[in-house]
């Protein structure tokens, strides 16, 4: 069977811009995103640089009860989702979405959240370990906040497969 993708919108948030016109602008005039990592104390790794992205506000894309239980990870998915829908014009009211999906690739997922968790058990006990630690690691989580967002109900799933072909 012979099945056919459409990309109709594009969405960025990337070390170099947090949109596509701002990421674009960086590839132009050659902006790379490296630099010291904030994000925790590196002082410890032998490499102290890294791209990160900057300047990030997820309550622009998401409410903020539900913005607490997804890691960063799943706001940048529903980010630049959000700004792919955006800039396609899609209005899913006149789609059927029964037959629109949702595919996320990431290879891992919800690392911070994963190493928040650890170093709350090993502080105080696993007792404190989040009842959404789980939920807001997986992969799937992305495609799953997108989907129910959008009220998308086609294919779902994270692409999260090392070393395949």
């Known amino acids: ?45 032998s490499v102290r640089i890294a791209g990160e992205v900057k300047n990030f506000d997820p309550l622009d894309f998401i409410d903020k009860k539900v913005m607490r239980r997804m890691d ?25 979405c029964d037959r629109i999906g949702v595919i996320v690739g990431s290879g891992i997922g919800g690392i911070e959240t994963h190493e928040n968790q650890n170093a709350l058990m090993l502080e105080k006990g696993p007792g404190r370990i989040s009842p959404f630690y789980i939920i ?16 998308l109900k086609g294919p779902n799933y994270a692409d999260h497969s090392a070393g395949r072909r």
């Open 1 to 45: 069977m012979n099945r056919k993708v459409l990309i109709t919108g594009m969405g960025a948030i990337t070390p170099c811009g947090n949109n596509i016109a701002d990421y674009w602008e960086s590839l132009k005039n050659g902006k790379n995103g490296i630099g010291p990592i904030t994000r925790f104390d590196a002082s410890a790794c």
């Open 72 to 96: 960063r990870f799943t706001h940048f998915a529903v980010a630049a989702t959000t700004m792919a829908i955006e800039d396609a014009g899609l209005d899913f009211n006149k789609l059927n």
């Open 136 to 151: 807001m690691m997986i992969a799937d989580i992305a495609p799953g906040y997108i989907s129910q967002i959008y009220g």
